[in-house]
Nanobody, 116 residues
Framework: QEQLVESGGGLVQAGGSLRLSCAAS????????MGWYRQAPGKQRDLVARITGAGSTNYADSVKGRFTISRDNAKRTVYLQMNNLKFEDTAVYYC??????????WGQGTQVTVSS
């Protein structure tokens, strides 16, 4: 069974940094794209950053210039480097993998809490 496992969440002060990791159970070459979403209490799950198989990236406006998504194909891992964190970045962060012809995969989520 395919799975995604996130790690790297935690508690950080505003202005600090965290790096999230998402390890895939098989080669991510075959994924159409991978991304990070987040969901704060009482809000919908929104895209934070996405990277395609070709390496193209896109970001939510609220994180541009602060977050960077990258991938290491050899390690089957996608990263989200988060700098200059703000209180409003507090949420559960989910890794997502878009596949060809089947439903996307989701990780279990990792909590990021930014104290003001």
């Amino acid at each position: 069974q395919e799975q995604l496992v996130e790690s790297g969440g935690g508690l950080v002060q505003a202005g600090g940094s965290l790096r999230l990791s998402c390890a895939a159970s098989r080669t991510i070459f075959s994924f159409k794209a991978m991304g990070w979403y987040r969901q704060a209490p009482g809000k919908q799950r929104d895209l934070v950053a996405r990277i395609t198989g070709a390496g193209s990236t896109n970001y939510a406006d609220s994180v541009k210039g602060r977050f960077t998504i990258s991938r290491d194909n050899a390690k089957r891992t996608v990263y989200l480097q988060m700098n200059n964190l703000k209180f409003e970045d507090t949420a559960v962060y989910y890794c997502n993998a878009e596949l060809f012809g089947v439903q996307p995969l989701w990780g279990q989520g990792t909590q990021v809490t930014v104290s003001s």
